[in-house]
Nanobody, 118 residues
Framework: QVQLVESGGGLVQAGGSLTLSCLAS????????MGWFRQAPGKEREVVAL????????VYADSVKDQFTISRDSAKNTVYLQMNSLNPDDSAVYYC???????????WGQGTQVTVSS
């Protein structure tokens, strides 16, 4: 059974930092693109950062460039999201995602809440 389990969310003051972790299990993720998405109340889910499992190539949303860093540790089957200089606009549920285009396969984690107080 494939599972993506997020952890590391919580309450932090503006200007603070958090690191989210996504433990992936149940299959090999070779060929997958891993990613972090977020959804704030009343808003659509949006992509935050993406990374290819094998080569570690990264892509960031413009809103988090130079603020967030995505990485992966293949030996630990874990994807990370280091978030710095957090502000209240970063408050959301953060979801881990795994996607492979051919054949199209996608998995989601259950999400972890990040709340940034002003």
């Amino acid at each position: 059974q494939v599972q993506l389990v997020e952890s590391g969310g919580g309450l932090v003051q503006a200007g603070g930092s958090l690191t989210l972790s996504c433990l992936a299990s149940g299959r090999s993720f070779s060929g997958y693109r891993m990613g972090w998405f977020r959804q704030a109340p009343g808003k659509e889910r949006e992509v935050v950062a993406l990374i290819t499992w094998e080569f570690g190539m990264t892509v960031y949303a413009d809103s988090v460039k130079d603020q967030f860093t995505i990485s992966r540790d293949s030996a630990k089957n874990t994807v990370y999201l280091q978030m710095n200089s957090l502000n209240p606009d970063d408050s959301a549920v953060y979801y881990c995602n795994a996607f492979k285009p051919r054949p199209q396969t996608e998995y989601w984690g259950q999400g972890t809440q990040v709340t940034v107080s002003s």
